[in-house]
């Protein structure tokens, strides 16, 4: 059996990352494990199961969203809480005890419940319509929080004091507390006369015992009933744990007993800001990073030769040719997360010369910070740039129009139309960048490192990239060109939106690489780190 211990924790917590249906969403939920999980689970094989180590009330429908519903996992507090109700089900707030003379008051994002003239309680929903929280006031400050699981029941309670968080009670799906948790301390408080948890095993649910009432982190509760589940599951198995500060502890208990995969993904767990890491990495069966950059990275990091590491993919190509060929316009994609700004500056410089050349360009300024404000920071920032420069803002910013003075009024010349160059696309999750690809008819990432994601969509995109220095998903001058210099940037555009027969020749080659990337072949690689561990 496979076992995946992901990483997917709100701020290095152990709690979940569900947020409310009205609230936008600041990051993606796709990571490593979200892959592995979906490539096994896609594939038909079931030799795999989640450990599952936060507080996931709504793992359902993080589950559905994944594309993975029916996924095998065993969740940690799910033991602990002593939760035996797996489907999800449907409940209404109004189910719940309400004092009489409550009033609802239905705003477009959440409803408010109010009694006697004052605000009694919130209630917020999930992207499901799935009541997740319920917030209580006292005098209009807030009191009281209900975390809701998708299954139906209270699943955990915050008590404020003051409007600051005082604890956390844990309960079981029958409102009994099994655990309280202190915010200042972190400290955990068993209720001794529910001092049990859950152990499966072969189909069976035992009861353990918890061997405290007192204990100094929610860590280390996580730990014994972690620990509590694998020894009474002992088996050859192999357990797949994604790098991250919350897991360190886990994998450091497993190194011991059990045959480890190490999981690096991007900058997550950057080796050198976590030396404790170091002795985990020596000791693990097998590591796998996302990228040959990463690779290097660790060996550097690490100084010395590590010979049981291999680069798998989190991203499987599939081949969509897109629209940008049925497009009049040529857009070209421009990621600028990270870029200092003397390098963004030299950037918009030479693409607006570009500008001057080719009329039917489009920049699409890409980028995953998903601030409300920022699509007009960015626009005027790279106005200023230009108009600094002797170009017209306009191309960036339209000229608002004045409002006429007389209805009968008519211009004797005809104002000069400016056609605005320049947009920004804001991409979080996977999906909206996948679909903002698809009209791309290059990419160019002038960043130290490029976005993995979206190398793996041009190469499926079969379309040019230019970057700044050479990747497993670019050849140099086959599918695109590595540039150092930033005036270079008009000519390398101009080799492939100029030339379609440049274009189709660097989508032919994109189209080759990509067949190294198909789930198959992952897969293929994934089957090689087992028979490795297992021979």
Same mark, same amino acid.
């Given at each position: ?33 979200? =892959? ?16 599952? %180590? ?158 405290? %009432? ?63 890491? =170091?002795?985990?990495? =020596? ?67 030479? %693409? ?21 404000? %920022? ?25 608002? =129009? ?134």
């Amino acid at each position: 059996m496979l076992y995946f211990i992901p990483a997917w924790y709100q701020k290095n917590t152990w709690k979940e990352l569900e947020q409310s249906w009205h609230t936008r969403r600041m990051h993606t939920e796709f990571d490593d494990t979200v =892959k592995q999980v979906q490539m096994f689970h896609r594939s038909g094989k079931t030799d795999f199961k989640i450990l599952l %180590l936060s507080h996931t009330p709504n793992f359902r429908h993080f589950l559905h969203r994944q594309g993975v519903f029916h996924a095998p996992y065993w969740s940690c507090f799910d033991a602990i809480q002593e939760v035996s109700r797996k489907k999800v089900s449907v409940f209404s707030f109004h189910n719940l005890d309400w004092p009489e003379h409550i009033e609802f008051v239905y705003t477009p994002f959440v409803v408010i419940a109010y009694l006697e003239n004052a605000k009694y309680a919130q209630i917020n929903f999930g992207e499901a319509g799935n009541p997740i929280e319920v917030s209580m006031f006292k005098q209009g400050v807030l009191s009281r929080r209900n975390i809701y699981d998708d299954r139906g029941f209270v699943s955990a309670t915050e008590i404020y004091n003051n409007g600051t968080i005082a604890y956390t009670d844990y309960l079981t799906e029958k409102g009994i507390t099994k655990m309280r948790v202190y915010a200042e301390t972190g400290a955990v408080e068993i209720n001794a006369n529910s001092n049990t948890y859950f152990i499966s095993a072969k189909g069976e649910v035992t009861l353990g015992y918890f061997k405290e %009432l007192i204990y100094s982190s929610l860590t280390d509760v996580i730990m014994e009933v972690l620990m509590a589940h694998l020894q009474a599951n002992e088996g050859d198995d192999i357990y797949c744990v994604a790098m991250h500060q919350l897991n360190a502890v886990a994998i450091e208990k497993l190194l011991n007993t059990k045959k480890c995969i190490l999981s690096f993904y991007g900058d997550r767990y950057r080796i050198k800001d976590h030396e404790e890491g =170091k002795p985990i990495v =020596k000791k693990a069966g097998y590591i796998i990073t996302d990228s040959e950059a990463t690779t290097r990275y660790l060996k550097r990091e690490m100084g010395e030769e590590i010979e049981n590491i291999i680069d798998i993919s989190p991203y499987d190509s599939r081949m969509d040719f897109g629209i940008s060929e049925q497009l009049t316009v040529q857009k070209i994609l421009v990621p600028i997360d990270g870029m200092p700004d003397d390098r963004f500056k030299a950037l918009i410089i030479a %693409l607006t010369d570009y500008l001057n050349q080719n009329e039917n360009a489009m920049i699409h300024i890409f980028t995953r910070n998903a601030a409300y404000d %920022l699509p007009n920071n960015l626009l005027n920032k790279i106005a200023d740039i230009v108009e600094e420069n002797g170009g017209d803002r306009r191309i960036v910013i339209p000229e608002e =129009k004045e409002d006429e003075t007389a209805e009968n009024e008519i211009d004797e010349e005809e104002e000069e139309i400016i056609p605005v160059r320049f947009f920004v696309e804001q991409c979080v999750d996977e999906l909206s960048v996948s679909k903002c690809i698809r009209e791309q008819r290059i990419m160019i990432d002038m960043r130290h490192n490029p976005d993995l994601y979206l190398q793996i969509n041009c190469i499926s995109s079969a379309i040019p990239q230019i970057v700044r220095r050479e990747t497993q998903y670019m050849q140099n001058g086959y599918n695109g060109f590595v540039l150092k210099e930033f005036d270079r940037i008009p000519y390398a555009l101009d080799y492939f939106l100029g030339s379609l027969a440049n274009w189709n020749q660097a989508k032919v080659y994109s189209y080759e690489i990509s067949q190294k990337y198909t789930t198959r072949h992952l897969l293929e690689k994934w089957e090689m780190v087992r028979n490795a561990l297992e021979g």
